[in-house]
């Protein structure tokens, strides 16, 4: 079985300069794993994964923890400090470029399913684009699909 046969072709996906907030949304409103990142041709740039928001430190500015508690904390923005409301504001202007992992892993259409069963074992990732020869996004597929493949329907 290869990997066409198991994909989502009708993928979610971010710009570069949509907000990490937007990105957040469409994560949680979706109920999904990972949003690819793409250019107006639908090359693969990146992609962010919900665990994104909680581990990954991509830049020196932007360390999201970090922010989600400080504004915890700012009940009152009014009364936070100068350097807090730099930090609010350099947390409101992040973009997905700015956390999302640019050199991620793909697989292939016509890939099997066994070799996406390697790459998830190797990575640990739950959902991996899928892109064609001119690395241009054409799907995505995950754990769940690779599962659904796997177990037979009950008839």
Do not use: W
């Amino acid at each position: 079985m290869n990997i066409s046969e198991i994909m989502t072709r009708e993928v979610i996906t971010a710009k570069e300069d949509d907000s990490i907030v937007d990105v957040a949304r469409l994560i949680s409103a979706n109920k999904i794993h990972a949003v690819p990142v793409v250019d107006d041709r639908m090359f693969l740039l990146g992609i962010i994964a919900e665990s994104d928001f909680f581990t990954k430190n991509a830049s020196e500015e932007i360390y999201i923890p970090s922010y989600i508690e400080l504004l915890q904390k700012l009940r009152f923005p009014e009364m936070a400090g100068v350097d807090e409301k730099e930090e609010v504001r350099t947390l409101l202007l992040a973009k997905a470029g700015d956390i999302m992992t640019k050199d991620c892993v793909t697989i292939g259409e016509t890939d099997d399913v066994k070799m996406l069963l390697d790459m998830i074992r190797k990575t640990g990732y739950s959902s991996i684009p899928v892109v064609d020869d001119g690395l241009r996004l054409v799907g995505i597929v995950s754990v769940r699909d690779a599962l659904e493949a796997l177990v037979p329907e009950k008839g």
